[in-house]
């Protein structure tokens, strides 16, 4: 389907940073939705209509593109009041959405997993349920029956009632996903890797990087699409030292990310805040890499995670000839240049990962007597072994740890003792 794109800001202040860019990045969601966009405008008013957000003078216009077009619907960059969408479908005699809309419509599209299902699922719900609007006594859906009262319950509230309980049932389904996660989180002391996030703007390249460092071994899908990938993907990747991490990637970010699609997707970007190290991806050749950076953390600080370490990574340096000095990447952030498409940088990447893990996973020595095969094997099973020595006092394990294994280690090793 043929749609039209269109922008609205006020004629007073200062045009809002980004405008064009952000019309430009509405135009690729689109496509990655499967539309057609064929043409896109930025309107600038005196003031916001309550009505049609545009008023009636540039909704004419608008129709009047309409016609020229043959576009079968718009999309708008900003949200629209559900009164708004209904009176601007009314004026165009086209079907209306915004950006939120279309963001939560690219999630159902591309969720691949049950919990990815769910919650894009969950996130157009509550969508709907913000937008459901009554339109007076014609909406009467039941009548009282004997000894009833009146007019029984309206269209409006009917269809409420039913999101209501689509969305308990949703809730339910993904809280019981949450407390598997949980339990699997139990056993994380038990897991003898460090856990780093790759996190970032959509189509900053994270899940090219990915590939790239575990050296193309699993053909991890990826593609210049926004959200082109959606469901977290787990692999492990050698560190120069030769002990592995498992690095995950996750869902891309990006501005004006609808808050249903944040709230749904809590539970399994919250996993990030567990995670030992967290590589922030930006995409070195974007104009707008800054307003990026700021869109992932303040999404980041919404979830709450704060204290886990960051790695800044610019990729795709590649497509930029001088990127120390010829893009926004300020040192405060310490940046690491890299190309996951050709593996430049990636080396000294990896090699500042394991700097930033060693300050969590530390290097520990413990000699266990030979009545205790059992703790040997909990080291060997839940740490990073280096080196062993056997001796006639049993075995000497040099590994890599963190503290709370350590301190769990010597309890059992204390009570071995006993």
């Known amino acids: 389907m043929k749609v039209l794109l269109l922008a609205a800001e006020l004629k007073r202040g200062r045009t809002a940073p980004g405008g064009g860019t952000s019309l430009d990045e509405l135009w690729r969601l689109a496509e990655t939705a499967g539309l057609e966009p064929v043409r896109k405008l930025t309107v600038r008013l005196q003031g916001w209509n309550p009505a049609t957000l545009i008023g009636s003078g540039k909704v004419e216009e608008l129709k009047a593109l309409v016609r020229e077009t043959g576009a079968g619907g718009v999309i708008f960059d900003e949200e629209l009041t559900p009164g708004q969408g209904r009176n601007l479908e009314r004026a165009l005699g086209v079907k209306v959405a915004d950006r939120p809309r279309l963001i939560i419509d690219i999630f159902a599209l591309r969720a691949r997993t049950r919990e990815g299902k769910l919650q894009a699922k969950l996130a157009g719900f509550n969508y709907a349920l913000s937008r ?108 120069p030292a030769g002990g592995w991490a498992l690095f995950t990637d996750t869902v891309g970010f990006i501005q004006k990310l609808p808050h249903d699609l944040i709230a749904a997707f809590r539970a399994t970007l919250e996993e990030i805040r567990y995670s030992d190290l967290i590589l922030h991806v930006h995409d ?43 893009a926004w990447a300020p040192e405060r952030l310490r940046p690491v240049f890299v190309s996951a498409l050709t593996g430049a940088g990636i080396d000294a990447l990896l090699a500042g990962c394991e700097r930033a893990l060693a300050l969590r996973w530390a290097e520990y020595e413990l000699t266990v007597p030979q009545g205790a095969r059992g703790v040997v094997r909990e080291i060997y099973s839940s740490c990073l072994v280096k080196a062993a020595e056997y001796g006639q006092e049993g075995v000497l394990l040099r590994f890599k740890a963190t503290p709370e294994n350590y301190a769990r280690l010597l309890k059992k090793l204390s009570a071995a003792d006993r």
Do not use: C, W
């Open 132 to 239: 459901i609007a009554g339109k007076g006594g014609s909406m009467d859906q039941q009548h009282g029956m004997i000894g009833g009262r009146g007019a029984g319950e309206k269209q409006i509230e009917y269809e409420r009632r039913a999101l209501r309980d689509k969305i308990a049932e949703l809730e339910r389904e993904i809280d019981s996903i949450r407390r598997e996660r949980q339990t699997q989180r139990g056993k994380r002391d038990s897991v003898p890797m460090p856990q780093v996030s790759i996190v970032g703007y959509t189509n900053a390249g994270k899940s090219t990087l990915l590939d790239r460092l575990t050296g193309g071994r699993h053909a991890i899908y990826a593609d210049d699409k926004l959200f082109a990938t959606l469901d977290p993907a787990t692999k492990r990747v050698r560190l």
């Open 284 to 326: 070195l050749s974007s104009p707008e890499a800054k307003p990026q950076h700021e869109a992932v953390k303040a999404a980041l600080e919404e979830l709450g995670i704060k204290s886990v370490p960051v790695i800044n990574v610019f990729n795709k340096s590649d497509a930029v000839p001088h990127p120390a000095v010829s």
